[in-house]
């Protein structure tokens, strides 16, 4: 099994922040949700790759800094309430979750 931490923290340092993603519960939620976990798994190792991965049926993840920037403007808070419509993998609501919201996805 391939050790994706490293990969965590490159997509942090290398596409969030360059990419204006300056959240710090959004940065911290996306370091430590796995987003590998959320792939297929022939694609995992593209997982943290800044590009859209097909996840079947005609559908795709967005790249990490698009899902980053978008959480960013949300301005999530602990505590608060969100309803994500078309969930898709469900890695969105997961980093939702972490950082704290209760999520309905």
Do not use: C, N, W
Not at 32 to 40: D, G, I, T, Y
Not at 42 to 55: E, G, H, M, Q
Not at 66 to 86: C, M, T
Request: cysteine-free.
């Amino acid at each position: 099994m391939q050790d994706f931490s490293l990969a965590r923290r490159a997509m942090i340092d290398s596409q969030l922040r360059p990419q204006g993603v300056t959240d710090r519960r959004v940065l911290a939620a996306m370091g430590k949700v796995e987003r590998e976990r959320f792939v297929p798994e022939a694609a995992r190792p593209l997982a943290y790759f800044d590009r859209s991965i097909k996840t079947g049926e005609g559908r795709a993840m967005m790249p990490p800094a698009a899902i980053g920037r978008l959480l960013s403007e949300v301005q999530p808070r602990a505590g608060e309430h969100a309803l994500v419509i078309g969930a898709g993998s469900g890695y969105s609501a997961a980093v939702l979750r972490e950082i704290g919201l209760q999520v309905v996805a």
